[in-house]
């Protein structure tokens, strides 16, 4: 099983700036992707921000500026990086993984996707 935990989210005001960390554990072979969804309420999970292999990046148009992606792979780990955040960037932030795990006979399966709980974060004055 391949597990993700975020952490990072909080209540800042408009202009400040936050750090979500992403960690996945478990029967990992390797991974292929790594990044962050969010959703806020009454809308779609949409897309922030993901880092691939060979350091590929993807900003959603609404953060591109604003946010960056790093990524950790000797710890399996991927960073956000938000400035100058807006009350519109307030939603529940969902790290996303996709993987090539283990199977039960402890061969490398194929690759699928992952989610973690979701942080949120909450932009306010």
């Known amino acids: 099983q391949v597990q993700l935990v975020e952490s990072g989210g909080d209540l800042v005001q408009p202009g400040g700036s936050l750090r979500l960390s992403c960690v996945a554990s478990g029967s990992i072979f390797s991974i292929n992707r790594m990044g962050w969804y969010r959703q806020a309420p009454g809308k779609q999970r949409e897309l922030v921000a993901t880092i691939a292999n060979a350091n590929n990046i993807v900003f959603a148009d609404s953060v591109q500026g604003r946010f960056t992606i790093s990524r950790d792979n000797a710890r399996n780990t991927v960073h956000l990086q938000m400035n100058s955040l807006k009350p519109e960037d307030t939603a529940v932030y969902y790290c996303?993984?996709?993987?090539?795990?283990?199977?039960?006979?402890?061969?490398?399966?194929?690759?699928?996707?992952?989610w973690g709980q979701g942080t949120q974060v909450t932009v306010s004055s």
């Open positions: 996303n993984v996709e993987a090539i795990p283990f199977t039960d006979s402890w061969t490398a399966g194929e690759a699928a996707e992952y």
